[in-house]
């Protein structure tokens, strides 16, 4: 197996459909990848009406977890600990992804180097709403294979992007955190990480924005308490690996900024 693509849900709503369509429609061989989907949090109807659309209109091999634990973090974690591929994509229940999408990451990825995709940002109201990410992608795909921290606006969450598995390890997400922790997760596997990688701008990633997010519901003393949380648990891990100065710096600024525009 060369791919598992984990996508974590909860109380899944239409979009569901259309992420899973993205991947029934992938361009490569159906035989070397899975999907694991783990729905946290919530049972039934939702567990019946995945396995309905699955019978009804998938093809792929798609492994259902179900757990009563709620959380991004802690689905995320149980499906790393039922992937079979030699690499792990990790894709949002509310997002999509372009046909040529995980042929385009297995073609470039290597065991010391993250491939990333293009990716492009929508809404419900808007095709294309302005994204950070994009932008990075546009000043930096033409560099070729270059040192991840080189691109480091890519590495602040799992998604878009195809990671060896010997990079995670038995790295997991820290469920302790409510925001942040995606970002602490990419740092805390980056000492295995040496590069990075972009595909063409056809395999794209399409990263749906909605009001009441997490991050949007956050209050200040929360933006606080888990922020000082984060710098104690970056520091901590910078100690104890051999993690790259510059990328810890940014880290930390990356935290401080949050915290400031919260």
Same mark, same amino acid.
């Given at each position: ?56 209109? !998938?093809?792929?091999? #798609?492994? =259902?977890?179900?757990? +009563? *634990?709620?959380?991004? @973090? &802690? ?26 999408? !995980?042929?385009?990451? #297995?073609? =470039?990825?290597?065991? +010391? *180097?993250?491939?990333? @995709? &293009? ?144």
């Amino acid at each position: 197996m060369s791919i598992s693509v984990i996508i974590p849900t909860y109380k899944p709503q239409d979009y569901l459909w259309k992420c899973l369509d993205s991947l029934e429609a992938q361009t490569l061989d159906k035989r070397l990848w899975e999907v694991v989907l783990v729905l946290n949090g919530c049972n039934e109807p939702w567990l019946t009406e995945i396995q309905n659309y699955a019978k009804e209109h !998938l093809t792929m091999r #798609l492994s =259902i977890i179900q757990t +009563d *634990t709620a959380g991004v @973090s &802690n689905a995320r974690n149980i499906g790393l600990d039922n992937a079979a591929g030699e690499y792990i994509a990790f894709i949002d229940d509310d997002d999509y992804v372009s046909p040529s999408y !995980l042929e385009a990451l #297995l073609q =470039i990825a290597d065991i +010391d *180097t993250i491939a990333a @995709s &293009n990716t492009i940002g929508f809404s419900d109201e808007q095709a294309h709403i302005p994204y950070y990410l994009e932008k990075e992608y546009n000043n930096k795909a033409k560099a070729g294979k270059q040192p991840f921290y080189k691109a480091k606006k890519y590495f602040g969450g799992p998604c878009m992007k195809l990671i060896h598995r010997d990079m995670i390890d038995e790295q997991r997400f820290d469920t302790r955190f409510r925001n942040g922790e995606d970002s602490l997760f990419m740092f805390a596997i980056s000492p295995k990480i040496r590069y990075i990688r972009f595909t063409d701008t056809n395999a794209i990633y399409y990263r749906r924005f909605r009001i009441g997010s997490a991050s949007k519901t956050y209050t200040r003393k929360q933006a606080l308490q888990n922020g000082w949380k984060l710098i104690c648990q970056y520091t901590q891990l910078f100690h104890k690996e051999k993690y790259n100065r510059y990328f810890y710096r940014t880290r930390i600024l990356g935290v401080l900024h949050s915290i400031l525009v919260n």
